[in-house]
């Protein structure tokens, strides 16, 4: 569900947690092919194949979700992402954790409005941005 890619995401650094996510996307590539991945995620040929090769940092969630919903383990996309928002949201609690310490605490130049609005749903979020938020909410919750 792209959150259990890896089994300590707040011992990696962001970059490392990404690599993580996407080589669970690539599993399922792999598995599928980039063209059947392409046409029955609907997600565009030329960022499936880019993901089969290596690194794509700002591929989105919604993306991301898509290609990992071809894996018949796995719910539908759209339970994927909100999956992950509820466990954002949850790891937020539980670390007592508002958006504003988020925003300053990971290094992506978002506002604590920006950031509410990646975890809601209202605007979109890379993979980039996932790895960052998501590895300082496990590091603030092991601590």
């Given at each position: 569900m792209l959150y259990d890619a890896a089994d300590d995401p707040g011992d990696l650094t962001p970059d490392a947690l990404r690599e993580a996510y996407e080589t669970q996307l690539r599993s399922v590539v792999d598995a599928v092919g980039a063209e059947t991945a392409a046409a029955e995620s609907g997600v565009d040929p030329d960022r499936v194949r880019a993901l089969a090769e290596g690194p794509v940092p700002d591929l989105s969630v919604e993306d991301a979700?898509?290609?990992?919903?071809?894996?018949?383990?796995?719910?539908?996309?759209?339970?994927?992402?909100?999956?992950?928002?509820?466990?954002l949201l949850m790891a937020m609690t539980t670390g007592v954790v508002d958006v504003d310490t988020l925003a300053a605490s990971v290094d992506l130049d978002l506002s604590g409005q920006e950031v509410q609005q990646a975890l809601e749903g209202r605007t979109g979020m890379t993979l980039a941005q996932l790895a960052a938020i998501h590895r300082f909410l496990a590091a603030r919750n092991d601590g």
């Open positions: 979700a898509a290609v990992l919903a071809l894996d018949d383990d796995r719910p539908d996309a759209e339970s994927i992402v909100l999956e992950l928002r509820d466990h």
